[in-house]
């Protein structure tokens, strides 16, 4: 199993705005192989941001990999971030997994 994890800094007061821009958004995850399940993660909120994590579970890295280089991905992701960029305290930081147990 491995898990792929983008963890997001979102300014106070525009959570429900991220909130309501994932459950939006098309991923086309289910189409692809190898993909088993994704969750949108709230964690705890602080002075200066609140942290979100977007979280996928994937057969393996390389079904992982083979969907960050497919079309699918690209169309996913081609408007990323353009109109939002006033909700983010700072670009979102992608961290992999490897299930060891």
């Known amino acids: 199993m491995f898990i792929a994890m983008n963890r997001f800094k ?5 959570e429900q705005e991220f909130i ?3 459950k939006k958004r098309d991923s086309y995850l289910g189409e692809v192989p190898g993909f088993k399940s994704f969750n949108l993660l709230q964690g705890g909120s602080f002075d200066d941001y609140t942290l979100f994590a977007s979280h ?10 083979d969907w960050t280089y497919s079309d699918v991905f690209k169309i996913a992701h081609a408007h990323a971030g353009e109109k939002t960029k ?3 305290v700072e670009p979102p930081k992608l961290e992999l997994f490897n299930a060891v147990i």
Do not use: Q, V
């Not at 979102?10 to 525009?14: E, Q, V």
């Open 56 to 65: 996928t579970i994937w057969e393996s890295e390389k079904a992982f990999e």
């Open 20 to 22: 309501e821009l994932w």
């Open 10 to 14: 979102i300014i106070p007061g525009k």
């Open 86 to 88: 006033d909700i983010y």
